[in-house]
């Protein structure tokens, strides 16, 4: 069974911008929902994730789970929490099972920072997100301190949305790719 993908890909040429879109988009997530995010060290990833929590209504003090692999910021409201991974040091789908997300999963929006090829698995919809840092796109030698990997956060970046699943069928997509390019350009009106 092959999998219908719809994209799109807009510039946030701000933090502003940025912090617009991942707002948006936690208007628009529910349980069950499986977001991957992908991007090198600095692309803004946890800046995104924290902008998502703030459109979720969940708890403050969203950080990168580097260390413990696994956060969880349960909802101020009655809607979904937010369980927060960073996939970085998981070898494969096997590593991702000891997390046991699928427990989780019905009742979260779950976002995997690193988690492409490993959790697709999880559910048959999802979200896969890209950011790109376009001055490190445009080289290939990417010297990034890991210590600082929100730094420079106001230079632009590229978003790439790929929704993925019946999930995330025509109006719905649809409905999203409105809501986040109106966002980012609100956004942008209001740096």
Do not use: C
Request: charged content about 25%.
């Amino acid at each position: 069974m092959s999998e219908t993908t719809k994209e799109f890909t807009v510039q946030l040429n701000n933090l502003d911008a940025t912090e617009a879109l991942g707002t948006a988009l936690g208007t628009q997530l529910q349980a069950g929902d499986l977001v991957i995010l992908t991007g090198a060290l600095g692309a803004g990833k946890t800046t995104l994730t924290q902008s998502l929590g703030v459109g979720l209504k969940v708890r403050e003090g969203i950080i990168s789970p580097t260390f413990v692999l696994a956060r969880r910021h349960p909802s101020l409201v009655e809607g979904p929490g937010l369980i927060h991974v960073d996939a970085y040091r998981l070898k494969d789908q096997n590593d991702v099972d000891t997390l046991d997300l699928e427990s989780t999963l019905p009742e979260s929006v779950t976002v995997v920072e690193w988690g492409l090829g490993k959790v697709e698995h999880l559910t048959d919809s999802r979200l896969e997100l890209q950011l790109d840092r376009e001055t490190l796109a445009a080289t290939e030698e990417q010297t990034v301190n890991p210590w600082e990997e929100e730094a420079d956060l106001d230079e632009p970046r590229l978003f790439t949305l790929k929704a993925i699943g019946p999930r995330w069928g025509e109006p719905a997509f649809e409905h999203l790719k409105s809501t986040l390019l109106n966002a980012v350009h609100t956004g942008e009106l209001h740096a």
